[in-house]
Nanobody, 123 residues
Framework: QVHLVESGGGLVQAGDSLTLSCAAAGHTVSGYQAMGWFRQASGKEREFVANIKWAAGTTAYADSVKGRFTISKDNPKNTAFLQMDDLKPEDAGRYYC???????????????WGQGTQVTVSS
């Protein structure tokens, strides 16, 4: 059993920055391949944002966030981060972290999910 807890969301203005955190508890993350961030805006499907290979640190990003978002990790703390810069109104939504055995962008490939943290961006 893995328990993921996201934090760091909030209300910001366009152009501002936020850093989201995802802390894993209950099981060491090292047994999994990757941790990912996904988001879901109201009335839309959940979409891939970024992921990171837990061992190698290899990262991948959705085209819409490349150059503005940075995913990172702290292995000893079983925590991943999503630094979000130059936020846009279209970045708003509920952000979820997920843990999986494969390094994929498909949400269905991830085993464990957090409850999410809300990000609101005003224009």
């Amino acid at each position: 059993q893995v328990h993921l807890v996201e934090s760091g969301g909030g209300l910001v203005q366009a152009g501002d920055s936020l850093t989201l955190s995802c802390a894993a508890a209950g099981h060491t993350v090292s047994g999994y391949q990757a941790m990912g961030w996904f988001r879901q805006a109201s009335g839309k499907e959940r979409e891939f944002v970024a992921n990171i290979k837990w061992a190698a640190g290899t990262t991948a990003y959705a085209d819409s966030v490349k150059g503005r978002f940075t995913i990172s990790k702290d292995n000893p703390k079983n925590t991943a981060f999503l630094q979000m810069d130059d936020l846009k109104p279209e970045d708003a939504g509920r952000y979820y972290c997920a843990l999986g055995f494969t390094w994929k962008v498909d949400a269905g490939e991830y085993e464990w999910w957090g409850q999410g943290t809300q990000v609101t961006v005003s224009s």
